[in-house]
Structure formats: structure tokens, C-alpha cells
């Protein structure tokens, strides 16, 4: 069971790099401040999961070491930070967004 927690979550972590790679390479390609911030916003988002699955990762494979655990929890802390930071702007920009289409 803990071998498919793991491949779950390497998945997650591979998936989540490839994805903030491209809103990335998106959002410095893109001319519109509005576009350009709700795909950093996304960058964002996908940087906070990988950083999380970072970190579980490291927590099933290594045990017991007090460097780990600290580098773990700064992982788990800055991946929270980046999803609560990804979720609040891409909301911001999808209304700032929905205004502009509507008015």
C-alpha cells in the first residue's frame, strides 16, 4: 500500500512540474496583464502541489533524521503558502477577467 502512496504521489509531483512549466512559458508569452497574472496565478497554484507532494515524497521515503524533517516541513510550509497565494489570485484575475468580458 505505502509503494502505491508513493507512485500516487510521484505522479502528482511529476504532472504538477510539467504543468507549472507551461502556464510559465505561458504567462511570459502572453501580452495581457489580466492573462498574464490569472497563468502565474496557475504557476502559482502548481508550484504550492508540487512542493506538498515534494514533500510527502520525501516523508515516505526518508525517516528519522532531523535535517529531513526540517527541509520537509519548510516544503510543507511554502507549498501550503503558494496554494493558499495560487488560489486567491486566480480568483482574482478569473472576476477581474469576467468583468472585462461583461462591461
Avoid at 504538477?16 to 502565474?40: C, E, K, N, Q, T
Avoid at 526540517?70 to 468583468?99: D, P
Wanted: hydrophobic share 60%.
Amino acid at each position: 500500500m505505502i509503494t502505491v502512496i508513493r507512485y500516487a504521489l510521484f505522479i502528482i509531483l511529476v504532472l504538477s512540474v510539467i504543468a507549472a512549466a507551461l502556464y510559465s512559458i505561458r504567462a511570459r508569452r502572453v501580452a495581457d496583464p489580466a492573462d498574464r497574472g490569472f497563468h502565474m496565478a496557475m504557476m502559482n497554484l502548481y508550484m504550492g502541489i508540487m512542493l506538498v507532494s515534494l514533500s510527502l515524497v520525501c516523508m515516505f521515503l526518508f525517516r528519522g533524521s532531523t535535517p529531513a524533517v526540517i527541509v520537509e516541513a519548510a516544503f510543507m510550509v511554502l507549498g501550503a503558502f503558494n496554494l493558499f497565494a495560487g488560489i486567491r489570485s486566480r480568483s482574482y484575475y478569473s472576476r477581474l477577467k469576467k468583468a472585462r468580458a461583461e462591461g
